[in-house]
């Protein structure tokens, strides 16, 4: 009712279009099935059939890059003069030295994601399956790879979190690739849902959560397809972990650790991703793969009944 006493239509708006409903408390699970559903129409619509991802740490720089930006701080302790911004700087400073022994991993995912982006375009020339480069959309590792793919002229994808200290995607990220996740379980859905393959550079918590993740999924057949694991960098990756030890106490066993494989070059990596891809695709488990997967999404189960056959 106005002012004057008269009567006026009350104005209203759609329960899809109502941010104050959607984002409610109560409709937490529309965002998620959101989350689940957008992503899947959008890899079908762009023929992303599978990827591989690579993780790491977002902290390694490319060794050009990494040069200029010792010299820069050491040309900025130069110019100061209070004690406490020369020992941050040099703090930084030490930081970045130790990080340079780290940054040929930069190359190596470089080189790796420029391999996989050329080979997968080749088979798209054929008419084959794709399999795309794909990480978690951030700086350091994730960005080499996916700037090997891009500079390859392949779509590459990046399946990113709510992460402020990272910002936006990386700029090598497709933009039919580009996913943003505010909930972290269904971009680990995502991550794993469509891999054919993980190659895991050295990295912090996030690359060993994702390195540590995969292991499960395959030891509890909740990945049931063969799925390559790399671990690049065999020196520090049993520098990192004692596999050993945890063999000799009995916490793992052989078959456990016969899930891993140390590569020590992008070529070597790459060489392996290819030949486990030519495997499952002469026994016809690529197809299977797919249509199990396809079905799960659907609500139907992984293999199809008799009737269904029919």
């Not at 002469?282 to 199990?292: I, K, M």
């Amino acid at each position: 009712m106005s002012g004057n006493g008269e009567l006026k239509n009350v104005p209203t708006i759609k329960a899809y279009k109502n941010p104050d409903f959607l984002g409610a408390a109560t409709s937490r699970h529309v965002r998620i099935m959101c989350e689940l559903y957008e992503p899947m129409q959008r890899l079908d619509k762009h023929d992303i059939s599978n990827y591989f991802i690579i993780v790491g740490s977002h902290l390694v720089m490319q060794p050009e890059d990494r040069k200029k930006h010792i010299s820069g701080l050491e040309q900025q302790i130069k110019k100061l003069t209070a004690e406490e911004e020369v020992e941050a700087l040099q703090a930084k400073l030490r930081f970045a030295q130790k990080m340079q022994a780290m940054d040929k991993y930069y190359v190596m995912a470089m080189e790796l994601g420029k391999k996989l982006g050329e080979w997968n375009r080749q088979r798209a020339a054929k008419g084959l399956p794709s399999y795309h480069v794909s990480t978690g959309g951030g700086p350091g590792i994730m960005e080499a790879a996916n700037r090997g793919a891009y500079e390859a002229g392949d779509k590459t994808l990046g399946f990113g979190a709510s992460r402020p200290e990272w910002g936006s995607l990386n700029k090598y990220v497709s933009e039919e690739g580009a996913f943003e996740f505010h909930y972290f379980f269904m971009r680990k859905f995502w991550m794993a849902y469509k891999c054919m393959g993980l190659v895991v550079c050295p990295g912090g918590f996030g690359s060993l959560d994702e390195l540590f993740e995969m292991l499960v999924l395959l030891q509890t057949k909740k990945i049931s397809h063969p799925l390559p694991i790399i671990l690049l960098g065999e020196e520090h990756w049993k520098k990192a972990i004692n596999f050993n030890y945890l063999l000799e106490c009995g916490m793992l066993t052989q078959s456990h650790l016969d899930m891993l494989v140390f590569k020590n070059s992008a070529e070597d990596a790459f060489q392996y991703l290819v030949e486990s891809v030519r495997r499952a695709e002469e026994s016809g488990e690529t197809e299977q793969v797919e249509t199990a997967k396809r079905r799960r999404l659907e609500g139907k189960p992984s293999t199809p009944s008799r009737k269904d056959r029919s």
